[in-house]
């Protein structure tokens, strides 16, 4: 595993919608290698902003993550980015969330 955790061309698209905690949607390239998509950022109980990755249903319920991160610091470089996009496209949308 590469000593940094680099994470590109981060793109958000913002949930029309307003309705739950859902925010925006995420896509970005990790390490030059690997494109993921479908993130979701979504506000929490206290206003925090964080990330969610994609999971898919199975039977009875159960959902299986499609990916996510293995390690804390791995979470951290994922949401830095994504958060800090976010935050820098509602400055140029108007504030819009």
């Known amino acids: 595993m590469?000593?940094?955790i680099a994470v590109s061309e981060v793109r958000v698209r913002f949930n029309q919608t307003k309705a739950g905690s859902l925010v925006a949607?995420?896509?970005?390239?990790?390490?030059?290698?690997l494109?993921?998509?479908?993130?979701?950022?979504?506000?929490?109980?206290?206003?925090?902003?964080?990330?969610?990755?994609?999971?898919?249903?199975?039977?009875?319920?159960v959902r299986h993550p499609v990916f996510c991160p293995i390690s804390r610091r791995a979470r951290e470089a994922l949401e830095?980015?994504?958060?800090?996009?976010?935050e820098r496209t509602q400055g140029t949308n108007g504030g819009r969330t």
């Open 2 to 4: 590469p000593d940094e």
């Open 25 to 33: 949607w995420a896509s970005c390239v990790v390490n030059r290698a």
């Open 35 to 61: 494109r993921i998509d479908s993130i979701e950022i979504r506000r929490g109980g206290e206003g925090r902003l964080y990330i969610e990755c994609p999971s898919l249903p199975a039977r009875r319920g």
């Open 80 to 86: 830095r980015a994504i958060i800090g996009e976010l």
